[in-house]
């Protein structure tokens, strides 16, 4: 069974920095795309950041340069390291992984950034 737990949302001012992690288990990382998406109060869920199995990376526009995602297979973990935060940055932050053609979710990070 797949789980995902993301950790490390929290409150900053503008400016800041916080890193996420996704911890995986019944996956291994490593072998998989995985993709951070964001959700703030009203609107749809985005795209933030993708690494994939090569260790490619993506960003959505607004993110570029200022995010990193990134992996540590030790650890089976995902990271998004956010600087110079904004405060339209606030949202709930999930990791994602699709397995066998199934979407799985952790159960999201706040993060909340004020001016």
């Known amino acids: 069974q797949v789980q995902l737990v993301e950790s490390g949302g929290g409150l900053v001012q503008a400016g800041g920095s916080l890193r996420l992690s996704c911890a995986a288990s019944?996956?291994?990382?490593?072998?998989?795309?995985v993709n951070w998406y964001r959700q703030a109060p009203g609107k749809q869920r985005e795209l933030v950041a993708t690494?994939?199995?090569?260790?490619?990376?993506n960003y959505a526009d607004s993110m570029k340069g200022r995010f990193t995602i990134s992996r540590d297979t030790a650890k089976n973990t995902v990271y998004l390291q956010m600087t110079s935060l904004k405060p339209e940055d606030t949202a709930v932050y999930y990791c994602?992984?699709?397995?066998?053609?199934?979407?799985?979710w952790g159960q999201g990070t706040q993060v909340t950034v004020s001016s």
């Open positions: 994602n992984v699709i397995v066998s053609g199934l979407n799985y």
């Open positions: 019944g996956v291994i990382f490593s072998f998989k795309p």
């Open positions: 690494i994939t199995s090569g260790d490619s990376t």
